[in-house]
């Protein structure tokens, strides 16, 4: 079973600030990885698939890349409606695991 | 529009069952895998399980195996989730979501499949408490 470890857990950020996300595989998983983002009381929403490939509608400032173990998540221009909760999960293999999610907060 | 509305969730005791569903429409829901994940109150997304389109393949996480059960009747568009033997740990905020087969080609043209979770429900709250 694959197992992701997701970092930091959570950050403090400004309005303009790029902001980097990184989440590791406990084995190489290829480019199996999305990640999503969580509002409070809402439920996740895909932005980034295939480790690197933004989900349609998704604003340009988000960007993901990485393959293996090793990926990362960039929001390259921090805009109000970015502060939330983003987790990695990967598609390779059963059981499906999420990594423990990272807070942006407002600084 | 495509849609997924989750219902069920509620108070149970230790030890009881509840039966989660989920009615899909605007899409065409026998084509898709499906997936239920869950929130603990202030924790992290759990994925819990899938199913194949047919309903011939299921997985689980190892948490709930052996007492949780994922179903489907395509002839109504629903998803469910039979949860028996509830435990505290099992308290939280249930998703159900669409297994999407996004389409994508690497540097040499070739064609490879990334399955995601492109809709989701708005989620059912189930509370295991004495």
């Known amino acids: 079973a694959t197992q992701m470890t997701q970092s930091p857990s959570s950050l403090s950020a400004s309005v303009g600030d790029r902001v980097t996300i990184t989440c590791r595989a406990s084995?190489?998983?290829?480019?199996?990885l999305g990640w999503y983002q969580q509002k409070p009381g809402k439920a996740p929403q895909l932005l980034i698939y295939?480790?690197?490939h933004l989900h349609g509608g998704v604003p340009s400032r988000f960007s993901g890349s990485g393959s293996g173990t090793d990926f990362t998540l960039t929001i390259s221009s921090l805009q109000p409606e970015d502060f939330a909760t983003y987790y990695c999960?990967?598609?390779?293999?059963?059981?499906?695991?999420f990594g423990q999610g990272t807070k942006v907060e407002i600084k | 529009e495509v849609q997924l509305v989750e219902s069920g969730g509620g108070l149970v005791q230790p030890g009881g069952s509840l039966r989660l569903s989920c009615a899909a429409s605007?899409?065409?829901?026998?084509?898709?895998?499906m997936t239920w994940a869950r929130q603990a109150p202030g924790k992290g997304l759990e994925w819990v399980a899938n199913?194949?389109?047919?309903?011939?393949?299921?997985y689980y996480v190892d948490s709930v195996k052996g007492r949780f059960t994922i179903s489907r009747d395509n002839a109504k568009n629903s998803l469910f989730l039979q949860m028996n033997s509830l435990r505290a740990e099992d308290t939280a905020v249930y998703y159900c979501?669409?297994?999407?087969?996004?389409?994508?080609?690497?540097?040499?043209?070739?064609?490879?499949?990334?399955?995601?979770?492109?809709?989701w429900g708005q989620g059912t709250t189930v509370t295991v408490s004495s």
């Open positions: 979501a669409r297994v999407d087969p996004l389409q994508y080609f690497d540097w040499f043209g070739s064609s490879y499949y990334f399955y995601a979770l492109d809709v």
């Open positions: 605007g899409f065409s829901f026998n084509t898709y895998w």
């Open positions: 199913i194949k389109q047919d309903g011939s393949e299921k």
């Open positions: 084995q190489d998983i290829g480019s199996d």
């Open positions: 295939a480790a690197s």
């Open positions: 999960l990967h598609d390779y293999d059963y059981p499906r695991t």
